[in-house]
């Protein structure tokens, strides 16, 4: 009875180890028609029928039936905003967030899939560019902003997206001169699935953030990636749980340039950062998302890349550029965004 026991259960084991594989000569890129016009760095994959995309000119679409058919719309007199971010909690409901100096940075959300438009937050803080948020659930949220007085600019929200307040500057650690995020992809800022936040950060440093929760202790690690210029840094984070995260990045002006742009944790001993040794091909990366327990998907202006270890080793998918992505809860289908409405569906 003990022999059958351990042979159903590695047999189990097998067959999750080979759903969890992602054969890359199997993957497909399929490009799909939006009526998106300008460049998109927001989307949010809210389930596999369901995607919300944002961009510059006050752009936006969304599906609710797998890309089959899109709603494409500009939010009213909003033409000259850059929709950096967007939280999709359903085809109905959306947050977009604009990302400029000043008031450039604001939040919109919509009940009615994008008919009509409230304006819920605008920022008053002259150096508050809206770099990126997300949510740990439909009603509590989190947004920040490059630094006001010395400190990462933390809002919060309660009630889903409608109202905004600053979290205690206090409790946020002073950043380093010259340290700042970048709103590339709206994923330089997540949670991890036990509600604990990360932020990627670059420019004269690029460092990863982590609090279990706002209110409690930050830890700050430093990181082996690119720094020490105002275009390079950490661009993306993605937390699968508080012990495997992976983030990636490099130089936004020299988005060819290798050696330094994937980082991840390494456990071993005192937790520090590590760039892989099979990462040393990556070119500049502005987003990054798990498909599954062991394997990555990363996009960049160069191309997009897959991961199926962990991150420890990478192999280019395709070379058509994109700014960012996101991956179905389930795993079962991704989503890619770019320039000039170039949006993608991939497959596995």
């Given at each position: 009875?003990?022999?059958?026991l351990?042979?159903?259960?590695?047999?189990?084991?097998?067959?999750?180890?080979?759903?969890?594989?992602?054969?890359?000569?199997?993957?497909?890129?399929?490009?799909?028609?939006?009526?998106?016009?300008?460049?998109?760095?927001?989307?949010?994959?809210?389930?596999?029928?369901?995607?919300?995309?944002?961009?510059?000119?006050?752009?936006?679409?969304?599906?609710?039936?797998?890309?089959?058919?899109?709603?494409?719309?500009?939010?009213?007199?909003?033409?000259?905003?850059?929709?950096?971010?967007?939280?999709?909690?359903?085809?109905?409901?959306?947050?977009?967030?604009?990302?400029?100096?000043?008031d450039?940075?604001?939040?919109?959300?919509?009940?009615?899939?994008?008919?009509?438009?409230?304006?819920?937050?605008?920022?008053?803080?002259?150096?508050?560019?809206?770099?990126?948020?997300?949510?740990?659930?439909?009603?509590?949220?989190?947004?920040?902003?490059?630094?006001?007085?010395?400190?990462?600019?933390?809002?919060?929200?309660?009630?889903?997206?409608?109202?905004?307040?600053?979290?205690?500057?206090?409790?946020?650690?002073e950043?380093?001169?010259?340290?700042?995020?970048?709103?590339?992809?709206?994923?330089?800022?997540?949670?991890?699935?036990?509600?604990?936040?990360?932020?990627?950060?670059?420019?004269?440093?690029?460092?990863?953030?982590?609090?279990?929760?706002?209110?409690?202790?930050?830890?700050?690690?430093?990181?082996?990636?690119?720094q020490?210029?105002?275009?390079?840094?950490?661009?993306?984070?993605?937390?699968?749980?508080?012990?495997?995260?992976?983030?990636?990045?490099?130089?936004?002006?020299?988005?060819?340039?290798?050696?330094?742009?994937?980082?991840?944790?390494?456990?071993?001993?005192?937790?520090?950062w590590?760039?892989?040794?099979?990462?040393?091909?990556?070119?500049?990366?502005?987003?990054?998302k798990?498909?599954?327990?062991?394997?990555?998907?990363a996009?960049?202006?160069?191309?997009?890349?897959?991961?199926?270890?962990?991150?420890?080793?990478?192999?280019?998918?395709?070379?058509?550029?994109?700014?960012?992505?996101?991956?179905?809860?389930?795993?079962?289908?991704?989503?890619?965004?770019?320039n000039?409405?170039?949006?993608?569906?991939?497959?596995?």
């Amino acid at each position: 009875m003990k022999n059958q026991l351990f042979i159903t259960l590695l047999i189990a084991g097998l067959v999750l180890s080979s759903c969890n594989n992602i054969d890359p000569e199997k993957i497909q890129i399929v490009s799909h028609q939006t009526g998106m016009t300008g460049t998109m760095r927001g989307i949010d994959v809210v389930d596999e029928q369901t995607v919300w995309i944002s961009g510059s000119r006050g752009e936006f679409c969304t599906t609710s039936d797998g890309g089959e058919n899109w709603i494409f719309g500009q939010v009213p007199g909003a033409d000259s905003l850059d929709f950096r971010d967007v939280h999709g909690f359903s085809d109905q409901i959306a947050l977009l967030m604009s990302a400029g100096p000043g008031d450039a940075s604001k939040i919109f959300k919509t009940m009615d899939g994008g008919k009509i438009w409230k304006l819920c937050y605008t920022n008053t803080e002259p150096k508050g560019f809206f770099d990126g948020m997300d949510f740990l659930d439909e009603q509590h949220g989190v947004l920040f902003s490059d630094p006001v007085d010395d400190r990462l600019n933390m809002l919060v929200t309660n009630d889903g997206g409608e109202n905004w307040t600053r979290f205690h500057p206090e409790l946020v650690p002073e950043i380093a001169k010259g340290e700042y995020a970048f709103a590339a992809s709206g994923t330089s800022i997540q949670y991890d699935p036990s509600g604990g936040i990360w932020i990627a950060t670059g420019g004269s440093v690029a460092r990863i953030w982590f609090t279990p929760e706002l209110g409690k202790e930050w830890t700050i690690w430093d990181s082996p990636a690119l720094q020490g210029d105002g275009a390079e840094g950490l661009f993306s984070i993605a937390p699968r749980s508080t012990i495997r995260v992976v983030a990636v990045g490099g130089n936004y002006q020299n988005i060819k340039k290798t050696g330094l742009n994937v980082v991840k944790q390494n456990r071993v001993g005192e937790v520090n950062w590590e760039v892989p040794d099979g990462a040393d091909k990556v070119p500049f990366m502005e987003s990054i998302k798990w498909v599954n327990n062991s394997s990555l998907i990363a996009c960049g202006p160069p191309g997009v890349w897959l991961s199926t270890d962990f991150g420890e080793s990478w192999i280019e998918i395709s070379q058509e550029g994109f700014h960012t992505m996101d991956i179905s809860e389930n795993g079962k289908t991704g989503w890619l965004a770019g320039n000039k409405g170039v949006v993608s569906q991939i497959l596995w």
